[in-house]
């Protein structure tokens, strides 16, 4: 059985912002900084949100670099970062993804078609009940397209700096929770389904 030591293991972060980026103080900045080596996925331009560019660039950063990978995506980037996924061939490098307010798709509908299908990957949606950006009920039943495990934060707005959300331990909870149950798979052990967990 291969260990830790001697493996690409633990995965690498990688988050994947929304429109116009995250700036310092955003909870996605502060969960690179717990991570070693960790990357962001950058897009050419921040202020014009296009499904099929954004998606490829999350696509070209996992051909680049050397995984595994666990994602944590924001608003916009939680749709690329899912359409990446569906369609590219570096999936199976990613061990889990973590979106975080993902924005609606019918209200970027201008940026390209997006088709919500299961992932093959575990997977842990966060929703708020005050997000601008997304119903608390489409987050749900978008949850549940992807085939990812749901967390209502409640009074959350779109969990981004000016909602309060900066340093945020529970992202690193969650993230360290997807690792964790993707570890028995790598290393040849009895599974353990991410479903058993509780994360409210």
């Not at 944590?72 to 973590?98: I, M, N, P, W």
């Not at 979106?99 to 609606?104: D, E, G, I, R």
């Not at 749900?140 to 990812?148: E, K, V």
Request: charged fraction near 20%; proline fraction near 7%.
């Amino acid at each position: 059985m291969l260990s830790c030591s001697t493996s690409a293991w633990p995965p690498r972060l990688v988050t994947v912002p929304g429109l116009h980026g995250s700036e310092g103080a955003h909870w996605q900045s502060w969960l690179e900084r717990q991570f070693a080596r960790s990357l962001r996925v950058e897009q050419t331009d921040w202020d014009a949100p296009d499904l099929a560019r954004w998606a490829q660039q999350v696509r070209a950063l996992l051909a680049r670099e050397r995984g595994p990978f666990v994602l944590a995506a924001h608003s916009f980037g939680c749709l690329a970062a899912a359409q990446a996924l569906q369609q590219g061939q570096h999936a199976a490098d990613v061990v889990g993804v973590l979106f975080v307010a993902p924005a609606s798709p019918k209200k970027f509908e201008f940026a390209g078609a997006f088709d919500a299908r299961r992932l093959g990957v575990p997977s842990i949606l966060i929703g708020s009940e005050t997000d601008p950006w997304m119903p608390v009920a489409d987050a749900r039943d978008l949850a549940r397209r992807l085939g990812s495990a749901f967390v209502n934060l409640g009074d959350a707005g779109h969990i981004n700096t000016a909602a309060g959300y900066g340093p945020w331990p529970r992202a690193k909870y969650f993230i360290d929770t997807l690792v964790h149950c993707a570890a028995p798979l790598r290393f040849g052990e009895d599974p353990f389904e991410l479903k058993h967990h509780a994360f409210v």
